[in-house]
């Protein structure tokens, strides 16, 4: 009689384990479309030499474009965590079709930038900042933390440019600096750091890996209050083709520019800079994405990112 009871017990809890497995493998049957509104990334970058820094960049979704009559979603760069702060501004634009999403960077040319067709051992090869590939290693399926769930790619470099990249459909690269990610393949070697903190659409939180705290933005307004006391950079325009100009609340004096690759290496410094503002030219630099370090009297002032396009 025990004996019966114990198989019993052990039918049952194969049977719901196999239940479970059923139901997560038939939501990733279903596709999740890439969001078109009401939808924000955000991640936090940290610096191991500069522990008290911390940078955070958030993108959200607003309006649509019409660009070569192909309809886009606009990508904002946001100071804070709404859509109204009169400071954010236009970053990039992407469309999605047949299961592939694209985007256009300034005024550089469109490229993919997800496909959820793809399938184990496929390659996607991307056209920004260089052309470079990645092959897909494994799928699987992942639990979100509203208890769907939904496709995991794991892709790998197939070549010097580019690092191991993780996608969620629907959601995007969870890996670093999270929705262009498959773009930016840096290695820091100025001791950078960044983590993909947060996605969520319609207020609904579809990813969390926040260290500071058990939701999407931690305060309201952060990034205005840091770039307040670290001194605020504008740069205009940006991206830039041949010349842009930066300006900063805080007077300089004797400061250094240090401009960073996307692969963390030093590509460029300009000491003895003086004054609120001041031009920096492209020269021989190639397109792409590039980070840069105001330092003055051997400390950090502030950083931040700036695009070279065609």
């Not at 300006?247 to 004096?253: E, G, K, S, V």
Request: aromatic share 12%; proline share 4%; with cysteine.
């Amino acid at each position: 009689m025990l004996k019966n009871h114990t198989m019993i017990r052990i039918f049952s809890i194969l049977t719901i384990l196999i239940l479970t497995i059923g139901i997560g493998h038939g939501q990733t049957n279903i596709y999740h479309p890439f969001p078109d509104s009401n939808a924000f990334w955000g991640d936090l970058g940290t610096n191991l030499f500069h522990p008290y820094l911390r940078h955070n960049t958030r993108y959200g979704l607003n309006g649509d474009t019409t660009i070569n009559e192909k309809v886009y979603h606009k990508v904002i760069s946001l100071i804070d965590s709404t859509l109204t702060n009169p400071d954010s501004k236009y970053y990039a634009a992407i469309r999605e079709a047949g299961k592939k999403i694209y985007t256009k960077i300034g005024n550089a040319t469109e490229t993919i930038l997800y496909d959820f067709n793809l399938l184990v051992g496929d390659t996607i090869t991307y056209s920004y900042p260089e052309i470079f590939s990645r092959v897909v290693e494994n799928i699987d399926s992942v639990q979100l933390p509203t208890g769907e769930y939904r496709k995991r790619f794991f892709l790998n470099s197939t070549g010097y440019l580019g690092l191991p990249d993780t996608v969620i459909e629907g959601i995007g690269s969870i890996m670093w600096i999270g929705l262009f990610n498959p773009l930016v393949t840096a290695i820091m070697t100025n001791g950078d750091s960044y983590t993909l903190t947060c996605f969520k659409q319609n207020e609904i939180i579809y990813y969390l890996n926040n260290p500071e705290c058990d939701h999407c933005f931690c305060t309201f307004l952060t990034e205005i209050t840091k770039r307040k006391a670290k001194g605020k950079l504008l740069i205009s325009p940006n991206p830039f083709t041949f010349q842009t100009t930066l300006q900063t609340d805080n007077y300089l004096q004797n400061a250094t520019l240090t401009l960073y690759n996307s692969l963390g290496q030093q590509v460029r410094q300009e000491p003895n800079i003086s004054g609120r503002t001041f031009n920096l030219k492209r020269e021989n630099l190639p397109m792409g994405l590039y980070f840069l370090q105001l330092s003055q009297d051997n400390k950090s002032i502030t950083t931040d990112k700036l695009v070279i396009s065609n």
